[in-house]
């Protein structure tokens, strides 16, 4: 079984800290991603990555930055966090770049920036 | 570029009652992936079914069953006899070359279904 973890199910920041988020999958997944999801939006991209070092821009990356330093692991970080940032954040890894790929997800981090 | 709709937010059944959902899309491609997703309270998206844009049969697995029609470029899903488990938000999703091979998810279906 595909197994996405991320590092909290629940996270509460304050406005202008630096947060991260982690993820990591179990699958060696050449591809990760994540999504932020607000009701009524669905899933909408943020960043992505097709490789270890290797970062692409999703359709609302503004305000977020990421980073895959070993192939399992793909880091959100919110570099100054603001109140429009709380969202519920899922990661997903599949294995590869295809228009087969199914994406697996993790099991989100509700963040709340007060 | 590549969009999909799902037109009902919320829908409410009773135990046993059927329930389908609609899913309509647009894209350029003439290769492309669909996906359906459920979402449970517990938040983990959980993937379903994928289907190619070549393959029009219709898809039965268990009490789930699927109806893709190109001509009116929709992916529809039915849940039969429908069970107090079946109640999450379920996302149809497209996945093409014109959008750089990406997810493009619709805004989901929160199902409610009562006991």
């Known amino acids: 079984d595909v197994k996405v973890t991320q590092s909290s199910r629940y996270l509460v920041k304050r406005t202008g800290e630096k947060v991260f988020l982690e993820c990591v999958q179990d699958?060696?997944?050449?591809?990760m991603f994540w999504y932020r999801q607000d009701p009524g939006l669905g899933l909408r991209l943020i960043y992505f990555s097709y490789d270890v070092k290797m970062k692409e821009k999703g359709d609302i990356p503004e305000g977020y930055s990421v980073s895959r330093e070993k192939k399992e692991r793909f880091s959100l970080i919110l570099e100054s966090a603001s109140t429009n940032q709380t969202s519920m954040y899922l990661c997903?890894?599949?294995?590869?770049?295809?228009?087969?790929?199914?994406?697996?997800f993790g099991p989100g981090t509700r963040l709340t920036v007060l | 570029a590549q969009k999909v709709t799902q037109a009902q937010t919320e829908i409410s059944v009773v135990e046993k009652e059927d329930v389908t959902l609609d899913c309509v899309y647009e894209t350029r491609d003439t290769t492309y992936y669909l996906f359906w997703y459920k979402q449970p309270p517990s938040g983990e998206l959980v993937f379903l079914i994928r289907r190619n844009s070549f393959d029009e049969q219709n898809e039965i697995s268990g009490r789930y069953s699927w109806n893709f029609q190109k001509s009116t470029s929709s992916f529809n899903f039915t849940i039969t006899a429908s069970q107090v488990v079946d109640s999450a938000v379920y996302f149809c999703a497209l996945s093409g070359r014109a959008a750089g091979n990406k997810l493009t998810f619709g805004g989901g279906t929160r199902v409610l279904v009562k006991p």
């Open positions: 997903a890894s599949s294995a590869d770049r295809g228009l087969t790929d199914t994406q697996y």
């Open positions: 699958m060696d997944h050449e591809n």
